[in-house]
Protein backbone atom coordinates (compact mmCIF):
# COMPACT_ATOMS: atom_id res chain seq x y z
CA UNK A 1 0.00 0.00 0.00
CA UNK A 2 1.41 3.48 -0.98
CA UNK A 3 0.93 4.60 2.36
CA UNK A 4 2.51 2.42 4.10
CA UNK A 5 5.76 2.43 2.33
CA UNK A 6 7.50 3.75 5.46
CA UNK A 7 6.63 0.31 7.10
CA UNK A 8 7.37 -2.11 4.40
CA UNK A 9 11.09 -2.41 5.54
CA UNK A 10 10.21 -3.35 9.06
CA UNK A 11 9.23 -6.56 10.98
CA UNK A 12 6.09 -5.69 12.25
CA UNK A 13 5.10 -4.85 8.48
CA UNK A 14 6.35 -8.56 6.82
CA UNK A 15 4.53 -9.95 9.40
CA UNK A 16 1.05 -8.62 9.09
CA UNK A 17 1.70 -9.04 4.99
CA UNK A 18 2.60 -13.05 5.62
CA UNK A 19 -0.61 -13.44 7.87
CA UNK A 20 -3.10 -15.69 5.87
CA UNK A 21 -6.14 -15.34 8.08
CA UNK A 22 -6.20 -11.07 7.56
CA UNK A 23 -5.52 -10.20 3.69
CA UNK A 24 -4.18 -6.25 2.92
CA UNK A 25 -5.43 -5.54 -0.76
CA UNK A 26 -5.97 -1.99 -2.59
CA UNK A 27 -7.57 -1.34 -5.91
CA UNK A 28 -6.74 1.79 -7.78
CA UNK A 29 -7.86 3.34 -11.29
CA UNK A 30 -10.44 0.16 -11.08
CA UNK A 31 -7.66 -2.45 -10.56
CA UNK A 32 -5.91 -4.28 -8.06
CA UNK A 33 -2.98 -2.53 -6.89
CA UNK A 34 -1.62 -4.74 -4.23
CA UNK A 35 -2.35 -7.39 -1.83
CA UNK A 36 -0.15 -9.20 1.09
CA UNK A 37 1.65 -12.02 0.71
CA UNK A 38 -0.47 -14.16 3.16
CA UNK A 39 -2.82 -14.59 -0.21
CA UNK A 40 0.02 -17.29 -1.49
CA UNK A 41 -0.80 -19.74 1.49
CA UNK A 42 -4.11 -19.33 1.55
CA UNK A 43 -4.95 -19.40 -2.36
CA UNK A 44 -1.23 -20.83 -3.40
CA UNK A 45 -0.79 -17.78 -5.84
CA UNK A 46 1.83 -15.01 -5.59
CA UNK A 47 0.21 -11.75 -5.14
CA UNK A 48 2.05 -10.91 -8.90
CA UNK A 49 -0.09 -13.55 -9.89
CA UNK A 50 -3.63 -11.92 -8.73
CA UNK A 51 -2.59 -8.34 -9.60
CA UNK A 52 -2.22 -9.65 -13.00
CA UNK A 53 -5.13 -11.31 -13.03
CA UNK A 54 -7.74 -11.08 -9.95
CA UNK A 55 -10.27 -13.37 -11.47
CA UNK A 56 -9.25 -16.65 -9.45
CA UNK A 57 -9.90 -14.71 -6.56
CA UNK A 58 -13.22 -12.99 -6.80
CA UNK A 59 -14.03 -16.15 -9.04
CA UNK A 60 -13.85 -17.65 -5.41
CA UNK A 61 -17.09 -16.13 -4.04
CA UNK A 62 -19.88 -18.41 -3.51
CA UNK A 63 -22.43 -17.15 -6.37
CA UNK A 64 -25.44 -16.00 -4.24
CA UNK A 65 -22.89 -13.86 -2.50
CA UNK A 66 -21.15 -12.04 -5.32
CA UNK A 67 -24.25 -9.56 -5.74
CA UNK A 68 -24.31 -8.32 -2.07
CA UNK A 69 -19.81 -7.67 -2.22
CA UNK A 70 -20.17 -6.26 -5.26
CA UNK A 71 -23.09 -3.68 -3.36
CA UNK A 72 -20.62 -3.74 -0.99
CA UNK A 73 -17.69 -2.35 -2.55
CA UNK A 74 -20.21 0.60 -4.63
CA UNK A 75 -21.26 1.88 -1.42
CA UNK A 76 -18.45 2.48 -0.47
CA UNK A 77 -16.80 4.42 -3.44
CA UNK A 78 -19.92 6.12 -3.10
CA UNK A 79 -20.45 7.84 -0.17
CA UNK A 80 -16.96 7.33 1.12
CA UNK A 81 -17.27 5.18 4.12
CA UNK A 82 -16.27 2.90 6.13
CA UNK A 83 -17.89 -0.34 5.31
CA UNK A 84 -18.03 -4.22 6.56
CA UNK A 85 -19.40 -7.07 4.43
CA UNK A 86 -19.63 -10.68 5.12
CA UNK A 87 -19.86 -13.52 2.63
CA UNK A 88 -18.83 -17.02 1.86
CA UNK A 89 -16.16 -18.10 -0.29
CA UNK A 90 -14.93 -21.56 -1.63
CA UNK A 91 -10.75 -21.36 0.19
CA UNK A 92 -8.84 -24.91 -0.39
CA UNK A 93 -9.00 -27.10 2.60
CA UNK A 94 -10.99 -24.73 4.07
CA UNK A 95 -13.85 -25.62 2.45
CA UNK A 96 -17.23 -23.43 2.30
CA UNK A 97 -15.66 -20.31 4.73
CA UNK A 98 -16.98 -16.89 5.82
CA UNK A 99 -15.23 -14.04 4.99
CA UNK A 100 -15.87 -10.17 6.27
CA UNK A 101 -14.16 -7.77 4.15
CA UNK A 102 -13.49 -3.95 5.55
CA UNK A 103 -13.38 -1.25 3.37
CA UNK A 104 -12.65 2.26 2.84
CA UNK A 105 -12.78 4.36 -0.11
CA UNK A 106 -10.04 7.29 -0.15
CA UNK A 107 -11.92 9.94 -2.22
CA UNK A 108 -8.74 12.20 -2.97
CA UNK A 109 -6.68 9.46 -4.44
CA UNK A 110 -9.81 7.56 -5.61
CA UNK A 111 -8.11 4.51 -3.92
CA UNK A 112 -10.05 1.47 -2.27
CA UNK A 113 -8.58 -0.07 0.68
CA UNK A 114 -9.94 -3.62 2.16
CA UNK A 115 -8.76 -5.68 4.82
CA UNK A 116 -9.76 -9.37 4.43
CA UNK A 117 -10.27 -11.62 7.52
CA UNK A 118 -11.40 -15.43 8.41
CA UNK A 119 -15.25 -15.41 10.35
CA UNK A 120 -16.17 -18.97 9.69
CA UNK A 121 -15.67 -20.15 13.57
CA UNK A 122 -18.09 -17.57 14.84
CA UNK A 123 -20.69 -18.69 12.01
CA UNK A 124 -19.95 -22.05 12.23
CA UNK A 125 -20.66 -22.37 15.65
CA UNK A 126 -24.18 -20.40 15.09
CA UNK A 127 -24.79 -22.27 12.59
CA UNK A 128 -23.85 -25.75 13.79
CA UNK A 129 -25.92 -25.85 17.24
CA UNK A 130 -28.61 -24.34 15.72
CA UNK A 131 -29.00 -27.24 13.60
CA UNK A 132 -28.24 -29.64 16.41
CA UNK A 133 -31.10 -28.19 18.33
CA UNK A 134 -33.55 -28.66 15.60
CA UNK A 135 -32.12 -32.23 15.41
CA UNK A 136 -32.64 -32.74 18.85
CA UNK A 137 -35.92 -31.48 18.78
CA UNK A 138 -36.84 -34.10 15.79
CA UNK A 139 -35.46 -36.93 17.62
CA UNK A 140 -36.83 -36.48 20.37
CA UNK A 141 -40.64 -35.60 18.59
CA UNK A 142 -41.76 -39.27 17.61
CA UNK A 143 -40.90 -42.96 18.34
CA UNK A 144 -42.24 -43.63 15.05
CA UNK A 145 -40.22 -44.78 12.75
CA UNK A 146 -41.49 -43.48 9.25
CA UNK A 147 -41.64 -40.13 11.14
CA UNK A 148 -38.47 -39.83 12.17
CA UNK A 149 -36.69 -40.49 8.70
CA UNK A 150 -38.73 -38.49 6.99
CA UNK A 151 -38.22 -35.62 9.36
CA UNK A 152 -34.36 -36.36 9.15
CA UNK A 153 -34.00 -36.74 5.51
CA UNK A 154 -35.98 -32.88 5.48
CA UNK A 155 -33.87 -31.56 7.61
CA UNK A 156 -30.08 -32.88 6.56
CA UNK A 157 -31.59 -31.69 2.83
CA UNK A 158 -32.13 -28.32 4.27
CA UNK A 159 -28.56 -28.06 6.36
CA UNK A 160 -26.27 -30.35 5.29
CA UNK A 161 -27.20 -31.17 1.75
CA UNK A 162 -28.88 -30.52 -1.38
CA UNK A 163 -30.11 -34.51 -1.50
CA UNK A 164 -30.07 -37.10 1.36
CA UNK A 165 -31.62 -40.54 0.54
CA UNK A 166 -32.12 -42.71 3.74
CA UNK A 167 -32.16 -46.54 3.56
CA UNK A 168 -33.62 -48.56 6.32
CA UNK A 169 -32.97 -52.10 6.89
CA UNK A 170 -36.24 -54.25 8.00
CA UNK A 171 -36.00 -57.80 7.87
CA UNK A 172 -35.94 -58.78 4.25
CA UNK A 173 -37.00 -55.46 3.07
CA UNK A 174 -35.22 -51.74 2.47
CA UNK A 175 -37.32 -48.87 2.74
CA UNK A 176 -36.16 -45.67 1.36
CA UNK A 177 -36.45 -42.00 2.66
CA UNK A 178 -35.16 -38.96 0.27
CA UNK A 179 -35.17 -35.48 0.93
CA UNK A 180 -33.93 -32.33 -1.76
CA UNK A 181 -33.90 -29.00 -1.80
CA UNK A 182 -35.64 -29.17 -5.38
CA UNK A 183 -38.83 -30.63 -6.61
CA UNK A 184 -41.08 -33.18 -5.08
CA UNK A 185 -41.16 -34.71 -8.61
CA UNK A 186 -37.33 -35.42 -8.03
CA UNK A 187 -38.03 -36.66 -4.48
CA UNK A 188 -40.90 -39.34 -5.96
CA UNK A 189 -38.09 -40.19 -8.67
CA UNK A 190 -35.61 -40.76 -6.48
CA UNK A 191 -37.66 -42.56 -3.93
CA UNK A 192 -39.21 -44.86 -6.66
CA UNK A 193 -35.83 -46.15 -7.78
CA UNK A 194 -35.51 -48.23 -4.59
CA UNK A 195 -32.04 -49.16 -2.73
CA UNK A 196 -28.54 -47.68 -3.58
CA UNK A 197 -26.07 -48.63 -1.07
CA UNK A 198 -28.87 -51.58 0.22
CA UNK A 199 -29.62 -52.73 -2.95
CA UNK A 200 -27.44 -56.16 -2.62
CA UNK A 201 -24.03 -55.42 -3.20
CA UNK A 202 -21.76 -55.59 -0.64
CA UNK A 203 -21.96 -52.44 2.00
CA UNK A 204 -18.75 -50.64 2.37
CA UNK A 205 -17.03 -52.03 4.87
CA UNK A 206 -16.22 -48.67 7.32
CA UNK A 207 -20.16 -48.03 7.25
CA UNK A 208 -20.48 -51.69 8.67
CA UNK A 209 -17.76 -50.56 11.40
CA UNK A 210 -19.39 -47.77 12.14
CA UNK A 211 -17.74 -45.00 10.16
CA UNK A 212 -18.49 -42.50 7.39
CA UNK A 213 -16.93 -42.33 4.20
CA UNK A 214 -16.15 -39.21 2.36
CA UNK A 215 -15.86 -38.53 -1.30
CA UNK A 216 -14.78 -34.81 -2.29
CA UNK A 217 -15.10 -35.11 -6.08
CA UNK A 218 -17.55 -37.31 -7.76
CA UNK A 219 -16.64 -38.39 -10.91
CA UNK A 220 -19.85 -39.45 -13.82
CA UNK A 221 -18.65 -42.63 -13.80
CA UNK A 222 -18.62 -42.87 -9.75
CA UNK A 223 -21.98 -41.06 -9.68
CA UNK A 224 -23.74 -43.79 -12.22
CA UNK A 225 -21.57 -46.76 -9.95
CA UNK A 226 -23.36 -44.98 -6.76
CA UNK A 227 -27.00 -44.02 -7.77
CA UNK A 228 -27.19 -45.95 -10.61
CA UNK A 229 -28.22 -44.93 -14.03
CA UNK A 230 -32.00 -43.83 -13.31
CA UNK A 231 -31.06 -41.59 -10.10
CA UNK A 232 -28.68 -39.80 -12.23
CA UNK A 233 -30.92 -39.22 -15.05
CA UNK A 234 -33.03 -37.44 -12.38
CA UNK A 235 -30.75 -35.06 -11.21
CA UNK A 236 -30.98 -33.35 -14.58
CA UNK A 237 -28.33 -30.82 -15.16
CA UNK A 238 -27.65 -30.23 -11.65
CA UNK A 239 -25.74 -33.25 -10.95
CA UNK A 240 -24.15 -33.97 -7.47
CA UNK A 241 -20.31 -33.68 -7.30
CA UNK A 242 -19.33 -34.48 -3.59
CA UNK A 243 -21.01 -36.74 -1.33
CA UNK A 244 -20.72 -38.10 2.37
CA UNK A 245 -21.83 -42.07 3.05
CA UNK A 246 -23.27 -42.48 6.65
CA UNK A 247 -23.98 -45.55 8.93
CA UNK A 248 -27.11 -45.74 10.89
CA UNK A 249 -24.86 -47.52 13.22
CA UNK A 250 -26.18 -48.68 17.46
CA UNK A 251 -24.70 -51.50 19.23
CA UNK A 252 -22.47 -53.08 16.64
CA UNK A 253 -25.52 -52.99 14.30
CA UNK A 254 -25.94 -51.69 11.27
CA UNK A 255 -29.66 -50.25 10.68
CA UNK A 256 -29.59 -48.45 7.62
CA UNK A 257 -27.34 -45.40 5.87
CA UNK A 258 -27.87 -42.03 4.72
CA UNK A 259 -26.07 -40.46 2.00
CA UNK A 260 -25.83 -36.84 1.66
CA UNK A 261 -25.48 -35.54 -2.04
CA UNK A 262 -23.98 -32.12 -2.74
CA UNK A 263 -24.70 -30.38 -6.00
CA UNK A 264 -24.19 -27.02 -5.09
CA UNK A 265 -21.35 -25.84 -7.54
CA UNK A 266 -19.87 -23.85 -4.95
CA UNK A 267 -19.43 -26.24 -2.15
CA UNK A 268 -17.17 -29.33 -1.96
CA UNK A 269 -17.65 -31.30 1.37
CA UNK A 270 -15.27 -31.58 3.56
CA UNK A 271 -13.54 -33.58 6.76
CA UNK A 272 -15.63 -31.02 9.04
CA UNK A 273 -18.81 -31.60 7.27
CA UNK A 274 -18.30 -35.65 7.81
CA UNK A 275 -17.96 -34.83 11.81
CA UNK A 276 -21.44 -33.12 12.07
CA UNK A 277 -23.23 -35.61 10.17
CA UNK A 278 -22.11 -38.39 11.75
CA UNK A 279 -22.52 -37.32 15.25
CA UNK A 280 -26.47 -36.57 14.23
CA UNK A 281 -26.59 -40.15 12.70
CA UNK A 282 -25.92 -41.27 15.99
CA UNK A 283 -28.28 -40.12 18.01
CA UNK A 284 -30.72 -40.79 15.05
CA UNK A 285 -29.42 -44.60 15.12
CA UNK A 286 -30.12 -44.50 19.26
CA UNK A 287 -34.00 -43.00 18.49
CA UNK A 288 -34.46 -45.55 15.39
CA UNK A 289 -33.69 -48.27 18.43
CA UNK A 290 -36.17 -47.20 20.42
CA UNK A 291 -38.70 -46.68 17.93
CA UNK A 292 -37.89 -50.48 17.54
CA UNK A 293 -38.21 -50.98 20.65
CA UNK A 294 -41.45 -49.22 21.34
CA UNK A 295 -43.05 -50.36 17.97
CA UNK A 296 -41.92 -54.41 18.99
CA UNK A 297 -43.84 -54.00 22.51
CA UNK A 298 -46.84 -52.51 21.24
CA UNK A 299 -46.99 -55.15 18.43
CA UNK A 300 -46.46 -57.99 21.21
CA UNK A 301 -48.68 -55.85 23.60
CA UNK A 302 -51.98 -57.99 23.39
CA UNK A 303 -50.54 -61.26 24.19
CA UNK A 304 -48.59 -60.10 27.19
CA UNK A 305 -49.94 -60.15 31.15
CA UNK A 306 -47.41 -59.65 34.14
CA UNK A 307 -44.85 -58.37 31.07
CA UNK A 308 -47.23 -55.15 29.90
CA UNK A 309 -46.94 -53.27 33.26
CA UNK A 310 -42.82 -53.66 33.25
CA UNK A 311 -43.06 -52.54 28.92
CA UNK A 312 -45.70 -49.44 30.56
CA UNK A 313 -42.97 -48.35 32.30
CA UNK A 314 -39.92 -48.76 30.42
CA UNK A 315 -41.03 -46.74 28.16
CA UNK A 316 -42.56 -43.97 30.46
CA UNK A 317 -39.31 -43.92 31.87
CA UNK A 318 -37.74 -43.66 28.34
CA UNK A 319 -39.85 -40.71 27.36
CA UNK A 320 -39.23 -38.82 30.71
CA UNK A 321 -35.50 -39.67 30.89
CA UNK A 322 -33.52 -40.58 28.04
CA UNK A 323 -35.29 -38.37 24.81
CA UNK A 324 -34.34 -35.05 25.50
CA UNK A 325 -31.17 -35.73 27.49
CA UNK A 326 -29.98 -38.08 25.03
CA UNK A 327 -30.45 -36.33 21.99
CA UNK A 328 -29.56 -32.52 23.39
CA UNK A 329 -26.82 -33.47 25.88
CA UNK A 330 -24.99 -36.25 24.43
CA UNK A 331 -25.16 -34.37 20.98
CA UNK A 332 -24.08 -30.54 22.32
CA UNK A 333 -21.54 -32.16 24.85
CA UNK A 334 -19.99 -34.17 21.95
CA UNK A 335 -19.34 -30.82 19.83
CA UNK A 336 -19.24 -27.91 21.68
CA UNK A 337 -15.18 -28.78 22.99
CA UNK A 338 -14.49 -29.50 19.39
CA UNK A 339 -16.15 -26.06 17.96
CA UNK A 340 -15.34 -24.06 20.93
CA UNK A 341 -11.48 -23.51 22.31
CA UNK A 342 -12.11 -20.35 24.79
CA UNK A 343 -14.70 -20.05 27.57
CA UNK A 344 -14.68 -18.34 30.75
CA UNK A 345 -15.15 -19.86 34.11
CA UNK A 346 -18.98 -20.08 33.92
CA UNK A 347 -18.65 -21.34 30.22
CA UNK A 348 -16.36 -24.26 31.29
CA UNK A 349 -18.82 -25.07 34.62
CA UNK A 350 -21.39 -24.92 32.62
CA UNK A 351 -19.63 -27.65 29.81
CA UNK A 352 -18.90 -30.12 32.88
CA UNK A 353 -22.05 -30.24 33.96
CA UNK A 354 -23.44 -30.88 31.04
CA UNK A 355 -20.76 -33.56 30.23
CA UNK A 356 -21.52 -35.32 34.07
CA UNK A 357 -25.51 -35.12 33.20
CA UNK A 358 -24.42 -36.81 29.58
CA UNK A 359 -22.72 -39.61 31.05
CA UNK A 360 -25.47 -40.42 33.38
CA UNK A 361 -27.98 -40.39 30.72
CA UNK A 362 -26.08 -42.89 28.63
CA UNK A 363 -25.44 -45.08 31.96
CA UNK A 364 -29.20 -45.38 32.24
CA UNK A 365 -30.17 -45.98 28.62
CA UNK A 366 -27.36 -48.60 28.36
CA UNK A 367 -29.14 -50.33 31.61
CA UNK A 368 -32.49 -50.12 30.22
CA UNK A 369 -32.03 -51.10 26.34
CA UNK A 370 -30.37 -53.70 27.75
CA UNK A 371 -32.93 -55.13 30.70
CA UNK A 372 -35.45 -54.19 27.47
CA UNK A 373 -33.94 -56.73 25.10
CA UNK A 374 -33.53 -59.70 27.44
CA UNK A 375 -37.53 -59.10 27.93
CA UNK A 376 -37.89 -59.32 24.23
CA UNK A 377 -36.49 -62.59 24.35
CA UNK A 378 -32.82 -61.84 23.66
CA UNK A 379 -30.15 -64.43 24.67
CA UNK A 380 -26.23 -64.58 24.48
CA UNK A 381 -23.93 -67.11 23.60
CA UNK A 382 -22.76 -68.94 26.28
CA UNK A 383 -18.91 -70.42 26.66
CA UNK A 384 -16.08 -71.18 29.52
CA UNK A 385 -14.57 -67.72 30.98
CA UNK A 386 -11.50 -68.62 33.20
CA UNK A 387 -12.37 -66.93 36.17
CA UNK A 388 -9.24 -65.77 37.65
CA UNK A 389 -7.84 -64.22 34.73
CA UNK A 390 -11.28 -62.20 34.50
CA UNK A 391 -11.68 -61.68 38.11
CA UNK A 392 -8.07 -59.81 38.12
CA UNK A 393 -8.91 -57.63 34.72
CA UNK A 394 -12.38 -56.83 36.37
CA UNK A 395 -10.76 -55.08 39.36
CA UNK A 396 -8.55 -53.49 37.45
CA UNK A 397 -11.31 -51.64 35.35
CA UNK A 398 -12.83 -50.76 38.83
CA UNK A 399 -9.79 -49.67 40.40
CA UNK A 400 -9.07 -47.23 37.89
CA UNK A 401 -12.53 -46.07 37.89
CA UNK A 402 -12.72 -45.64 41.60
CA UNK A 403 -9.07 -45.00 42.69
CA UNK A 404 -10.00 -43.82 46.38
CA UNK A 405 -11.74 -46.83 46.95
CA UNK A 406 -10.50 -50.41 48.45
CA UNK A 407 -11.18 -53.92 46.93
CA UNK A 408 -10.00 -56.83 48.63
CA UNK A 409 -9.89 -59.39 45.71
CA UNK A 410 -10.51 -63.24 46.14
CA UNK A 411 -9.20 -64.44 42.49
CA UNK A 412 -7.56 -67.96 43.63
CA UNK A 413 -10.45 -69.65 42.16
CA UNK A 414 -8.93 -72.36 39.19
CA UNK A 415 -11.45 -72.86 36.93
CA UNK A 416 -14.12 -71.49 34.37
CA UNK A 417 -17.67 -70.59 34.48
CA UNK A 418 -20.08 -71.28 31.65
CA UNK A 419 -21.28 -67.68 31.12
CA UNK A 420 -21.05 -64.83 28.83
CA UNK A 421 -18.05 -62.91 29.65
CA UNK A 422 -19.85 -59.02 28.30
CA UNK A 423 -22.71 -60.16 30.60
CA UNK A 424 -20.74 -61.02 33.28
CA UNK A 425 -18.58 -58.48 33.01
CA UNK A 426 -21.67 -56.41 33.57
CA UNK A 427 -23.32 -58.22 36.69
CA UNK A 428 -20.13 -57.72 38.60
CA UNK A 429 -19.32 -54.39 37.79
CA UNK A 430 -23.03 -53.42 38.31
CA UNK A 431 -22.56 -55.19 41.92
CA UNK A 432 -19.37 -53.36 42.43
CA UNK A 433 -20.97 -49.90 41.44
CA UNK A 434 -23.88 -50.87 43.59
CA UNK A 435 -21.76 -51.67 46.67
CA UNK A 436 -19.68 -48.23 46.35
CA UNK A 437 -22.77 -46.07 46.31
CA UNK A 438 -23.56 -47.78 49.52
CA UNK A 439 -20.72 -48.06 51.25
CA UNK A 440 -18.88 -45.34 53.28
CA UNK A 441 -15.92 -43.49 52.27
CA UNK A 442 -12.40 -45.33 53.38
CA UNK A 443 -14.37 -48.90 53.81
CA UNK A 444 -13.42 -52.33 52.02
CA UNK A 445 -15.41 -53.83 49.51
CA UNK A 446 -14.97 -57.25 48.96
CA UNK A 447 -15.09 -59.48 45.66
CA UNK A 448 -14.47 -63.21 45.46
CA UNK A 449 -15.14 -66.58 43.62
CA UNK A 450 -15.31 -70.11 44.68
CA UNK A 451 -16.04 -73.76 43.19
CA UNK A 452 -19.20 -75.65 44.64
CA UNK A 453 -19.73 -78.62 43.36
CA UNK A 454 -20.71 -78.39 40.17
CA UNK A 455 -21.05 -74.08 40.05
CA UNK A 456 -18.64 -70.79 40.52
CA UNK A 457 -20.47 -68.66 43.01
CA UNK A 458 -19.14 -64.99 43.17
CA UNK A 459 -19.83 -63.13 45.65
CA UNK A 460 -19.74 -59.01 46.42
CA UNK A 461 -19.54 -57.74 50.00
CA UNK A 462 -20.10 -54.34 50.61
CA UNK A 463 -19.39 -52.32 53.87
CA UNK A 464 -23.13 -50.31 54.34
CA UNK A 465 -25.85 -50.03 56.77
CA UNK A 466 -27.66 -53.52 54.75
CA UNK A 467 -30.93 -54.55 53.86
CA UNK A 468 -33.50 -55.49 56.67
CA UNK A 469 -34.50 -59.14 56.31
CA UNK A 470 -38.10 -57.89 55.08
CA UNK A 471 -36.51 -56.37 51.84
CA UNK A 472 -34.16 -58.50 50.52
CA UNK A 473 -36.90 -60.98 49.07
CA UNK A 474 -37.74 -57.70 46.92
CA UNK A 475 -34.35 -55.91 46.13
CA UNK A 476 -33.83 -58.07 42.69
CA UNK A 477 -37.33 -56.40 41.77
CA UNK A 478 -37.33 -53.71 39.07
CA UNK A 479 -37.29 -50.10 40.20
CA UNK A 480 -37.81 -51.03 43.96
CA UNK A 481 -36.10 -48.53 46.11
CA UNK A 482 -35.42 -50.03 49.64
CA UNK A 483 -35.70 -48.25 53.02
CA UNK A 484 -31.32 -47.77 53.24
CA UNK A 485 -31.30 -46.09 49.60
CA UNK A 486 -32.61 -42.77 51.13
CA UNK A 487 -29.97 -40.16 49.98
CA UNK A 488 -28.32 -42.48 46.75
CA UNK A 489 -28.87 -42.05 43.70
CA UNK A 490 -30.60 -44.39 41.32
CA UNK A 491 -33.03 -45.51 39.55
CA UNK A 492 -33.80 -49.02 41.15
CA UNK A 493 -32.68 -50.81 37.96
CA UNK A 494 -29.36 -52.24 38.97
CA UNK A 495 -29.57 -55.32 40.96
CA UNK A 496 -32.88 -55.78 38.31
CA UNK A 497 -30.33 -55.75 35.71
CA UNK A 498 -28.23 -57.97 37.45
CA UNK A 499 -30.77 -60.59 37.78
CA UNK A 500 -31.73 -60.53 34.29
CA UNK A 501 -28.44 -61.36 33.10
CA UNK A 502 -27.97 -64.01 35.24
CA UNK A 503 -30.63 -65.95 34.58
CA UNK A 504 -30.10 -65.29 30.56
CA UNK A 505 -26.93 -67.15 32.12
CA UNK A 506 -28.66 -70.28 33.09
CA UNK A 507 -27.77 -68.90 37.11
CA UNK A 508 -29.13 -67.71 40.23
CA UNK A 509 -29.19 -64.93 42.10
CA UNK A 510 -29.31 -63.94 45.54
CA UNK A 511 -28.95 -61.77 48.59
CA UNK A 512 -28.18 -61.78 52.38
CA UNK A 513 -27.13 -60.06 55.63
CA UNK A 514 -23.28 -59.62 55.63
CA UNK A 515 -21.16 -61.40 58.62
CA UNK A 516 -20.53 -57.78 60.29
CA UNK A 517 -22.29 -55.12 58.53
CA UNK A 518 -23.56 -54.38 54.80
CA UNK A 519 -25.19 -56.44 52.32
CA UNK A 520 -23.87 -59.67 50.89
CA UNK A 521 -25.05 -60.53 46.66
CA UNK A 522 -23.88 -63.99 45.28
CA UNK A 523 -24.61 -65.53 42.38
CA UNK A 524 -23.58 -68.88 40.62
CA UNK A 525 -22.90 -70.48 36.99
CA UNK A 526 -22.40 -73.57 36.14
CA UNK A 527 -18.90 -74.81 36.39
CA UNK A 528 -17.02 -75.62 32.78
Not at 12 to 28: K, P, Y
Not at 381 to 406: G, S, T
Not at 467 to 491: C, K, M, N, Q, T
Amino acid sequence: MQDAGGLKGSELWRNLSALSDVIFWEVADGRLAYISDGISSLLGLSPEELIENPAPWLNRIYTRHRGRHRRAVESSREHGAYIDVEYRARIPRHGTTWLRDHLMFEPESGRLFGITTLVSPQHEVQERLAFLNKAAKLLSSSLETDELLEGLAALMAGSLADICVIELQRGDQVEVFVGSDRSKRLDSALTAAGPMLLDGRAVPARLKQGRAVLIEKVTIAQLRKLCGTKRVEAFGRRKPHSAILLPLYVTKRLLGTVTLLCSDPDRDYIPHDVELALDVCNQAAIALDHAWLFEQSRQSQDALTAENEMKDEFLALISHELRTPLTVIYGVTRLMPKIVTTVDEDGRQMLDDLRSASERAVGLVDDLMLLARLNLGESPELEPVAVAPFMRQLAADFARQYPARELVTDDSCKDAAVGSEPYLRQVILNLLTNAHKYSPAKSVISLGAKTSQDEIVFSVIDSGKGVPAEELPHIFDRFYRGSSSSGVSGAGMGLAICRRLVEAQNGRIWAEQGKNSGLCVRFSLRRA
